[in-house]
């Protein structure tokens, strides 16, 4: 069953450049999302409190918060309790970083009541892909390796492509 | 329905291009020999500021030539080249994210990695130096030189250094250094070019529009119904965004690699490099001549840009991978134009460097091409092609496939050629390698002058448009003396209320014009050539438009029967007026009046008479952009007595052209003189439209918005009956 996390907590006021910045540095390389089990998207998001840039749509630009948010919201196919604590698992003492820029939090250990209770529930769950993340990256790896198989056979005869190919892919 | 509908309230209206605030070489290109862009340091904000001021009145517009110069000069400004001149905080901070960080700072977003990584540069090219490009553009090299030297002594003699002069050439038949035509693909701006198939924006009805003109300068609707978004006041109108690059072409790497790959797939070597363009050498499309190239189609306007992949989804003529196919996918993606119109831009490259000889060895000369690209918004269009269409191939369906040419790290990837079995050329090598550039703000004539000036105030100390000193607008030629003002606006509450009349109206022009197979209104006509003399010394209200330039002007017009009623039955006549090149090449400029009388009130109203020797009036507002006005046309030399002019006997009837600003007199500016009636197959060609207003003159107002809807239905309506035959 898949369904959409949106946990919604309040940033201390001054502290949001520091998150965002300490967020950033966490995901160029290897999204901590991509090692939590039923993950099939996640992100962090630091929501600004001004209105937002004029090089919005102008429909989207009145308003504001009256604190900066931080969103972690997720598209998952395990229950969210067990999933939030594969993430904090995941995410080890950079939860502790994470979150203690938010008003109110307990620390890791009571984190996982504590973010339920954030928990903004979705009116509709649209889920882009139907694959978590690991069967994404199988998939992704098969292209490859479907690719090369192509690239390298090229020209080959019908029956020695079909000998190649039981070869290559019954392994 | 729902999308329909969507479509149709967000259709952009035009609010018009005007040729005197924009730099040149933006809509239409110079198209001159040979180019100079040199990248400039200032000095201190002050001289910066003198320097700017001194050469304003060398800086070229976007208005009509009378004769090409001999030279050209256009200016752009980094960020920093901005905080340079002191332009205030607020203002700079105003500035999106991807133009303030600056090319370097996104390599690796746009894939400048490997060879193309910055550290790799040519001094002064992205490394934080330059303040601003003064790109000048000549007809030969003495008079580039004779310009440059100008040039140069004023940089030196106000502080200002040139951190990297650079030198470009054109290549005869403007091919690149590859051996292809370039350029070829632009899009068709609204206002200033005819749309054609593939190459504006895709209307409800499937008819191909100009793309609007926001999608290029801020302050103008653009493709998504808003005005789109540029930095802040004073800055908010005519500016636009370029994207330049250096660009070496590896020629002797491509012969080889492409020569080498031909034999590997036992493929003409011809066609596989017309598979990685997307185009043959001589700019013919693959899309339309996918054996061969056809010099007739390369040749003609109205035909190589007339296809939209449409009918090739699995690019068995022009590969899904395909340069121009990646850059420009058309309607290649799906969703009609939904998930490309977005991503369009105006490229005015150059080549530099000396061509390598047919069949020599690598010389090791340095060329390539001087990429340039204007666009309203860096992030949205020029990154986003470069990102996700040419580095990765998941976005235009080809998987890991890069573009050939411009993609990022090329090394044992592949690109495929689509086909049974299909062919791949791998592994690819690196012929285009990035040796710099910058992101670049172009001003527009009015903002140039405002950074020439001392006192550019903050948003947030000095609200509303900052007004230029009168002394200084003086030296900006040719300029506007006011900014549109509300007035000269279509209010969102007339466009919507435009567009729910003009939905009630659509179905009645179209079904009349499906039944008629012609026109709703104004079906038949007879179409003459004619002359525009526009008189000097207009009205101020007219400035900046074909009606406030002086000049002759060749038009055509046509007479026709409003409802088309029996010959001797009174009507309401229609004279419309096509001017093809009134704000400069290829930018037409139309008006639509019909016989008025004028009402006790004062004010006209629709006119029923058997004569077109009488007064014929737009009678819906037009906006100029200093304000609104009514275009009148008088007639002031009768026709013999038993002249038939719908039998094409009009010649030498005259009409004087006024104008007419709300609360004011009439002012003739012009006179239209009839020549001969054009043949049938002369006179179907014209196709009068409120819409074509590249002479500066546009349409206004509740009405006219329903106009073009009822117009577009009515067209439609034609269409579809032509079809069903």
Known sequence: MISHLSILSAVVDGHDDELRSFIASRSVEHSPFASVPGTHNGRFTVVRTDPLSRTDPPSLRSGGLPHPMLMCSAVIDTPPAEWLGDLLRVLGPDADRIWSHCAG?????????????????PWLTFATWKADVTRMKGALELREQIERFAVSTQGLAAADLLTRFRSTFRK | ???????????????????????????????????????????????????LDEVLPLVTSA????????STLNIAFTHIGLAALAVPADVLDSFPKAFRDGMRARA???????????????????????????????????????????????????????????????????????????????????????ARRGQGQLDVFHQWLGLPIGEIFHGHVDADGHSSPGPSEPFTLNGTFLVWRKLYEDAAAFRSWTAGQAAQLDMDEELLRAKLVGRWSDGSPLALTPDRPDPATANDRDRVNAFDYSDDPDGLRCPLGAHIRRANPRLGLGFDDELSVRQRIIRRGMTYGEALAAGAADDGADRGIFFAAYMADIERQYEFIQAHWCNDGDGVNVGHDPDPFVGSALEGRKFTIPGSPPKFASPLAQTVVTKGGEYLWVPSMQSLALLASATISPLSTRPGHTKIPRKRMK???????RTLSSSTRTSPTERVAGTLLGVVLAPVAFTISAIRSAAAVHPYGTVYDAELEVHPDGPALLDNTVLGSPGSYPATIRLSRGFALPRRTDDVHGLAVSIPDAGGPGRRQDFLMA??????????????????????????????????????????????????????????????????SPGGGPSTVARLTLGNALSDEAGAAPSFNVEHDGGGITTLGTLNVARKIVYRASHRGRAARHRKG
Not at chain 2, 5 to 19: A, H, N, Y
Not at chain 2, 154 to 177: F, M, N, W, Y
Not at chain 2, 631 to 656: F, K, N, T
């Open chain 2, 63 to 70: 208005r009509r030539w009378n004769a090409k110069p001999t």
């Open chain 2, 1 to 51: 329905m729902i999308r329909a509908l969507r479509k149709l309230i967000q259709r952009p209206v035009s609010e018009g291009v005007f040729p005197g605030d924009i730099q040149g070489n933006i809509l239409q290109g110079y198209n001159l020999a040979v180019s100079a862009p040199l990248f400039v340091r200032f000095g201190s904000p002050s001289e910066a500021r003198t320097l």
């Open chain 1, 105 to 121: 939090w307990p620390g890791p250990e009571s984190a996982v009541p504590w973010l339920l209770q954030q928990r903004v529930k």
């Open chain 2, 475 to 481: 030296s900006v030629r040719p300029t506007i003396r």
């Open chain 2, 595 to 660: 016989t008025v009388k004028t009402k006790a009130s004062g004010k006209e109203a629709s006119l029923r008479t058997d004569r077109y020797e009488t007064l014929f009036s737009s009678l819906l507002r037009l906006a100029t952009p200093q304000g609104a006005v009514v275009i009148r046309a008088v007639s002031v030399q009768p026709m013999p007595p038993d002249a038939d002019v719908e039998r094409g006997q009009a010649a030498g009837l005259a009409y004087d052209i006024t104008a007419t």
């Open chain 2, 108 to 194: 690796s977003l746009l894939g400048d990695v490997g060879r193309s990584d910055p550290q790799h540069w040519d001094v002064g090219l992205g490394t934080g130096e330059a303040h601003a490009l003064f790109e000048i553009q000549a007809v030969d090299d003495a008079e580039l030189d004779r310009a440059v030297t100008n040039l140069r002594q004023r940089l030196t003699h106000l502080g200002a250094t040139i951190v990297s002069a650079q030198r470009g050439a054109r290549l005869p038949d403007r091919k690149e250094h590859f051996g292809f035509v370039d350029g070829v693909g632009q899009p068709a701006m609204q206002g200033t070019d005819d």
